[in-house]
């Protein structure tokens, strides 16, 4: 059984940073790519954020420059480092795990609203 909880959410102002983390239990994730995405009232989830076991990053043009995926295999917990928000960053926050042979997971989702 895999579970993947989210922590780190809140409110923020405009400019303020905030690092959002997802633990999971479960012992796939060192070997899956881990990753972040969002979706906003009345929006498609979009993907933000993805690393692979081996650390290549794939990030969303929207938040390149601004936020960073990262992970810790020894803690099974993935982080996104948030930084100079912004009001249309404001969204649910899901974490994701892919497994090639396990699947794919996902995490409940934690809010993320950003006052202007």
């Known amino acids: 059984q895999v579970q993947l909880v989210e922590s780190g959410g809140g409110l923020v102002e405009a400019g303020e940073s905030a690092r959002l983390s997802c633990a999971a239990s479960?012992?796939?994730?060192?070997?899956?790519?881990m990753g972040w995405y969002r979706q906003a009232p009345g929006k498609q989830r979009e993907l933000v954020a993805v690393?692979?076991?081996?650390?290549?990053?794939n990030a969303a043009d929207s938040v390149k420059g601004r936020f960073t995926i990262s992970r810790d295999n020894a803690k099974n917990t993935v982080y996104l480092q948030m930084n100079s928000l912004k009001p249309e960053d404001t969204a649910t926050y899901y974490c994701?795990?892919?497994?090639?042979?396990?699947?794919?997971?996902w995490g409940r989702g934690t809010q993320v609203t950003v006052s202007s």
């Open positions: 690393i692979t076991p081996g650390g290549r990053i």
């Open positions: 479960g012992s796939i994730f060192s070997s899956s790519s």
């Open positions: 994701y795990a892919n497994h090639n042979l396990r699947g794919f997971y």
